[in-house]
C-alpha cells in the first residue's frame, strides 16, 4: 500500500531529525563547564549534563539519575525550602539569577545560579 509505505518513510525520517536534535543538543549540553539541570513540577531530575553530574558527585558523594528527586540528597530542610521557592517561580514563568556562598569540605565559594523556565508555546514546561 502506497499511502502507508510513503506514512512511515515520513515518519522514520522524522525520527532520524528528532534524534539528530536531541544528539546535537547533547554534545552543546555536555561540552559546558556550568552545571545544567532540568527538572519537571514534581522536582524530579529530567535531564543533566556531565559538569552537573561531576559537581553533584563531589558535592553529595552520590551518583545523579535522571527520575531522581532534586532534594533526594539534601538534609537541610532550610535549603529545600529555598529551592522550592526557586523553582515554584521558574515553573510560573519567571526567570531569576541567584548568588549562594557554597562549602564543600573545607572550599568556600559563591556560586551563581540561574533559573530559566522552559516554554512550550506560552505553557511553562
Known sequence: DHANH????????HMRDVYAVKSNLRTILDHSDSGIWLVNANMELIEFNKAYQEVYLKYYGKEVRTGQSIFAHISDQ????????????????????????????????????????????????
Do not use: C, M, N
Open 6 to 13: 510513503s506514512l512511515q518513510l515520513a515518519y522514520t525520517q
Open 78 to 125: 532550610k535549603l529545600i525550602a529555598i529551592w522550592q521557592e526557586r523553582f515554584r517561580l521558574g515553573f510560573a514563568g519567571e526567570s531569576h539569577i541567584y548568588e549562594d556562598d557554597v562549602a564543600l569540605g573545607l572550599e568556600q565559594f559563591t556560586t551563581e545560579f540561574k533559573i530559566f523556565p522552559v516554554f512550550e508555546g506560552t505553557q511553562v514546561k
